[in-house]
């Protein structure tokens, strides 16, 4: 097996696209080496992205922010501008375990993974967040919900990588949050996710909104209806009770060693409801 | 040579205080060494093939590929080790068969579960030797399997072992049986007792199987030589077992094995018995170099042995005013691979609590595809006390009487005639159980959602085969050789300061060293809580030898009587109406001239320690349900035990934390997954789920001390005791936050929240 | 197969060491360099024991290729005392007793450190969570966390 640390995207894409599907992107390495030891992935050629500047960094641009696959769960938490904007997606890259993980994770190999209960995920896609693209083919762009298409499989075609993550701007009194059950307090994948996104008007009443289950189906879902629950609504115990009907009809779970189909079902309601309630409270904190 | 030394009041200065560890610095800076820190030229890196399948008969094992692969040194399979007698041997608190020994290190006709080992290579590195295994062809021949332990027990269950037939059933049953071996402990009349009673509670209980977590897998390095003898460095709780195993399965007398332990990284009970150890001799005899051989976390799991999981049946008789008439269970555990599950144990733990004219206990031994169980911290007791204590707290309940004072009522002392056959001496239950109702977390306000429990534990403690040098150096310091295993940093401590305190020096100049197995006599493992108790017994016998020496050198160097001579604070004094007077000598200065007046003063001891006492403990715990998803949080936790006398109280108190650390993780989330194939799941610390800081809170501790009478100062064992209650005081704490009984261990979300769901249905 | 070569800085000292690419940096640590202090007790980030840093930024070990080490600065526990003079976390661990085996010891200490130097006056509540990642069996953790708030203290001067 070899290992190539390129200094250029360009570089990068080339190395991803002449090795004929045998080779793998190393970003923060806290999946893909446990894949490596345990003979789940056997790949040629390595492509460690880390040294690749707009792959590391994080931009306010245009009112929204551009966060770079590659910038680590630590150098996130620690930006304050981004978490004061987006403490919901902050929310999420929190619990990718623990301190040690996070200081190498990132949002790109926890998206690109590809596991339905990646931790980052429903929030970016409650966030609106667009992934950038770069390949062999050029450049283009993603919604987040569209790039992974169920456990361990993503859409995108060979030599292609997450450059970044495209964040809109913020609109007043708006609010994000997100909440994913554990037996334990850390150091658990997550058994159900939710992820609230939503904006309030002058009035209080929610304007738009957007609603992301995690791990209660082969990818992370964009939830309409439960969304749907909230807008024109106060955010009240009856939106809130719509709400949660709504996210837990949405699920098409599994059983395993974490939870059951029904206790996922059960609680992806119950954390929609609490999310949204967090969220709430964020956007009428926020000017 | 005694084997008791009767507990005497004394002032004393050293003992009960808090100096620093011996080994503290090594620790703390990456110094100290573990199994798997230790290397030595030339050494190749040994790897096990394990079986996939949970049962299957092995039809053949061919490993020429994986012999030819450049690197490849040596491979070994069950053609390389000798068939072992029907023969028992202790390792800890539970016996083994060595017959089941070498098949358990190697299989031979048959892999009995997922992980088995089934053939081992050593080669030039760690990714040769993993080449080496995929080259390995086994043919199995795969057959059915069974896990569960109550399907195991049925007729017609798929069987493990075609010649097992029912220990302990009159007549000797005429078929097979996963069923070992049956037991029964009891004294008086049940039925009588059950027809007295004026309300009866019976209750079933689950509970699965929990690994004990020791963070450092196993770990060794064997070297043997061409004249036939070998050098073993391991992680062990038990240098000398360690030996005997070795030497028997490889068929090498005891002689020929020097075993080194290294420092341990946990062990709980989880190394008291060999792994990879002989497999590393034979192939460093195979390939005349030294080979290492480190488990991965996944082999710890797949290949160790866990404590069982269970099934038990308790039966409680009480009449109105809270006096118990019967007592009765059935506990029905799992051995896994092969027999020897500590329910005799379990058995002799369950009810010992308390004064019971009426008891019965039956247990079974039953063999089912998984790892052969080894011992956890005292083994077996936690899972029939989560039965037992919870049918006391639901009786009390059912009474109105408060949860203590049902426990004071019927509580063991000093004098109650146990169930299992000796009659109890002096103990502490009562003491712990007013203890914890004095405490200020028995009258704390609780919330909603919240409740507490109580819950209450006893270990019998053992003694056994232990031995110690203890040599005065030329300059006033002395050396004290142990040979039993520090797993935990406070012994060795504990013993330097008894040594320190009969000496009446500073405890800077007993270095406490535990040795190799060349160094002194047979020591038994560090298990049953006996280290502090026996080795301490031995160390005090040592000590008061070195001062009959230390007086009778005076007496000489001095020309007085040796009735004259006193020892005093570290000195040589004249003796009160001794008769003679003269200049009184230091340690030092009889010391630097020991050489010249007769040789080294020393002091020994080989003891097979007798008159452990048993602990007894009293925990109180709080909790919080999220009645929305199950979630259970500790809030609240605190420890009552009564260790006899705390020689070093702050190792005491983190025995009490650590233990009842233990059994939170047991409580709430450890199990071990299997799938329909008979596979482990969990194989990792991702999904075998332990606490982790954020988990628990602070452990309070309050340690009672009713002295020992068969030790110098007073020790009880302490450190198996706090693992006990945990299960059934969180059990109980759940029944009184939301008014739910759990019967099935672990408490995890789902579980909790499908009774929480059920009671509302069946409500409705 | 032939072996990559790394160029790094340990504990301060400039070491270089041969590597096979899939070696992690804990492997490499150990094995090449018998800088034994850093353990492994599971391989797949669950229990920091391996925990070290790398450009003062916590991680564990067994998550990171040997090969990614090349002009890092690495910070294991060999480098924590300075010669024979203990850092107070390190004297902290001895006097409260927050250690029994001592095999997460190093990975915790590592940990606490990097928390204390982000972090000088932690709650106990921002401590377990911080020190979630490295998990212990011997302790309930009861001590650890005292030593650690006990040696912010010192440290702070308070």
């Known amino acids: 097996m070899r290992y190539e640390a390129p200094k250029t995207l360009e570089q990068a894409i080339a190395l991803l696209a002449g090795a004929n599907g045998q080779a793998k992107v190393l970003a923060g390495g806290t999946d893909v080496l446990i894949q490596l030891r345990s003979n ?24 929204g922010y551009r966060v770079g696959a590659a910038v680590t769960c630590m150098e996130l938490i620690e930006n304050e501008t981004f978490a004061r904007a987006w403490p919901g997606v902050v929310d999420g890259v ?63 075609a060979p030599g292609e990588l997450v450059v970044s993550f495209v964040l809109p701007r913020r609109a007043p009194h708006s609010g994000d949050a997100y909440l994913r059950f554990t037996p334990r307090t850390e150091m658990d994948i997550a058994v159900a996710g939710a992820a609230v996104n939503l904006t309030l008007d002058g009035k209080g009443v929610c304007s738009s909104a957007r609603v992301s289950l995690g791990a209660v189906a082969a990818r992370a879902l964009l939830v309409p209806a439960a969304a749907a629950a909230l807008v024109g609504t106060k955010v009240d115990e009856a939106a809130l009770a719509r709400l949660a009907a709504a996210a837990s009809a949405a699920c098409k779970p599994i059983d395993d060693k974490r939870g059951t189909k029904e206790y996922r079902i059960k609680v992806a309601g119950v954390l929609a409801r609490r999310a949204a309630k967090i969220a709430l409270e964020r956007a009428r904190g926020q000017g | 040579m005694p084997t008791t030394l009767k507990y005497q009041e004394k002032d004393l200065k050293l003992v009960g205080t808090r100096p620093p560890r011996p080994d503290g610095v090594d620790k703390v800076t990456g110094r100290a060494r573990f199994g ?51 023969e028992m041997a202790a390792v800890g608190e539970l016996m083994i068969n060595f017959r089941d020994v070498t098949r358990n290190m190697m299989a031979r006709e048959k892999a009995l579960y997922d992980g088995h080992p089934v053939a081992a290579v050593a080669a030039v590195s760690e990714s040769v030797a993993r080449a080496a295994l995929a080259l390995i062809r086994v043919e199995y021949e795969v057959l059915p399997h069974v896990i569960d332990v109550v399907e195991a027990m049925q007729p017609g269950a798929p ?70 003898q070998a050098e073993l460095w391991t992680s062990t709780q038990g240098h000398f077992v360690f030996r005997a195993q070795c030497a028997k399965v490889l068929q090498m007398e005891v002689s020929k094995i020097r075993v080194t332990p290294t420092e341990i990284g946990g062990g709980f009970g989880g190394k008291n018995n060999i792994y990879n150890e002989a497999l590393a001799i034979a192939l460093s005899r195979k390939s005349n170099r030294p080979v290492k051989m480190v488990m991965t976390r996944e082999e710890v799991f797949r290949g160790t042995g866990p404590t069982p999981g269970a099934n038990v049946k308790v039966k409680l008789g009480c009449t109105r005013d809270g006096r118990i008439t019967a007592a009765q269970a059935e506990l029905n555990f799992q051995a896994g691979a092969f027999p020897g599950s500590p329910v005799n144990q379990a058995s002799m733990c369950a009810f010992t609590r308390y004064d019971l004219a009426n008891v019965q206990v039956v247990g079974n031994d039953v063999t089912v595809n998984r790892p052969k169980v080894a011992a956890y911290r005292a083994p077996g007791a936690p899972i029939a006390v989560f039965g037992v204590e919870s049918v006391v707290d639901e009786m009390a309940k059912k009474l109105g009487i408060d949860p203590i004072e049902f426990r004071l009522k019927n509580a063991a002392k000093e004098g109650t005639q146990t169930y299992y056959g000796p009659r109890l001496g002096p103990i502490g239950y009562i003491q712990t159980l007013e203890a914890a109702r004095a405490h200020a977390h028995y009258r704390a306000p609780l919330g909603p959602n919240q409740g507490r429990g109580v819950a209450t534990g006893f270990w019998f403690n053992i003694g056994n085969e232990t031995t110690c040098a203890l040599n005065l150096q030329e300059d006033g310091t002395l050396t004290l050789m142990l040979g039993t295993i520090d797993v935990a940093g406070g012994s060795r401590a504990a013993m330097a300061m008894m040594v320190a305190e009969e000496l009446g020096i500073e405890f800077e100049r007993v270095r406490p060293v535990v040795g190799d197995t060349a160094a002194l006599g047979f020591n038994f493992l560090t298990a049953g809580s006996r280290s502090t108790f026996a080795s301490g017994m031995a160390s005090v016998i040592a000590a008061r030898q070195v001062i009959e020496k230390l007086r009778a050198r005076v007496a000489k160097i001095r020309e007085v009587p040796l009735e004259a001579v006193a020892w005093k ?196 | 197969m032939s072996r990559n070569h790394v160029s790094t800085t340990v504990n301060g000292d400039r070491v270089e060491f041969l590597c096979e690419t899939g070696q992690t940096l804990l492997e490499a640590l150990r094995d090449e360099l018998r800088l034994t202090g850093t353990k492994e007790g599971c391989g797949t980030g669950d229990c920091g024991a391996c925990s070290v840093t790398v450009d003062g930024r916590l991680v564990c070990a067994c998550l990171m290729l040997a090969v990614e080490a090349e002009d890092k600065a690495i910070q294991t526990i060999e480098g924590m005392a300075a010669g024979e003079a203990l850092h107070p976390l390190q004297k902290k661990f001895i006097e409260h007793a927050a250690l029994q085996c001592g095999i997460c010891t190093p990975g915790i200490l590592i940990a606490a450190r990097a928390l204390l130097e982000r972090n000088p006056d932690p709650s106990e509540s921002e401590v377990r969570y911080w020190l979630a990642g490295n998990l212990c069996r011997c302790t309930g953790y009861h001590k650890i966390v005292d030593a650690v708030l006990d040696a912010a203290r010192e440290m702070r001067g308070a």
């Open chain 2, 569 to 764: 604070d570290g000195q040589a004094r004249p003796a009160e109406g001794g008769g003679a007077q003269f200049a009184p000598m230091t340690l030092a200065e009889i010391a630097k001239m020991a050489g010249k007046t007769g040789g080294t003063i020393a002091g020994h001891a080989e003891i097979n320690a007798q008159g452990a006492g048993p602990g007894f403990g009293t925990h109180i715990v709080d909790v919080e349900v999220d009645r929305e998803t199950g979630w259970i949080r500790i809030l609240r936790y605190t420890v009552v035990q009564d260790v006899g006398k705390a020689i070093h109280p702050a190792y005491v108190e983190g025995q009490l934390q650590g233990g009842a650390a233990q059994g939170i993780g047991w409580a709430l989330n450890e199990e071990y997954f299997y799938g329909d194939d008979g596979v482990l799941q969990n194989p990792g610390f991702l999904d075998y789920r332990m606490p982790v800081a954020s988990d628990l809170p602070y452990i309070d501790t309050v340690i009672v001390e009713v002295p020992n009478p068969n030790h110098p100062y007073g020790v009880r064992g302490c450190g198996e005791v706090p693992i006990i209650a945990p299960m059934a005081a969180i059990a109980n704490a759940v029944e009184n936050a939301i008014g739910l009984r759990l019967f099935a261990q672990p408490f995890s979300p789902p579980r909790v929240l499908k009774a929480i769901e059920d009671a509302a249905a069946a409500r409705d």
């Open chain 1, 40 to 63: 789940r992935a056997a790949p040629d050629l390595l492509v460690d992205i880390k040294a690749i500047p707009e792959m590391k960094s994080i931009v306010a641009d245009a009112g």
């Open chain 2, 36 to 86: 798997a820190d230790y290397n030595l030229p030339g050494q190749l890196i040994g790897k096990v093939l394990r079986s996939p399948h949970a049962h299957a008969r092995i039809k053949s094992i061919d490993t020429a590929a994986a012999l030819a692969l450049p690197g490849v040194k040596a491979v070994v399979t069950r053609d390389d080790f000798a068939e072992m007698p029907d």
């Open chain 1, 94 to 156: 929190k619990y990718i375990g623990s301190v040690q993980v996070k200081g190498r994770a990132t949002m790109g190999g926890n998206l690109c993974n590809a596991s339905p209960a990646a931790d980052s995920v429903p929030a970016l896609i409650a966030a609106g967040a667009v992934a950038q693209i770069a390949g062999p083919q050029g450049r283009r762009e993603a919604p987040v919900e569209d790039v992974v298409l169920g456990p361990g499989r993503t859409s995108l």
């Open chain 2, 159 to 228: 069987l493990l072992h075609e010649d097992q037939f029912t220990v302990g059933v009159k007549p000797k049953p005429e078929r097979p049986s996963n069923i070992a071996k049956r037991l029964e402990f009891g004294r008086g009349d049940v039925a009588a007792g059950f027809a007295q009673a004026e309300v009866i509670v019976e209750r079933e209980f689950n509970t699965k199987p929990v690994h004990q977590g020791y963070i450092e897998p196993q770990a060794c390095l064997a070297s043997y030589s061409a004249d036939g």
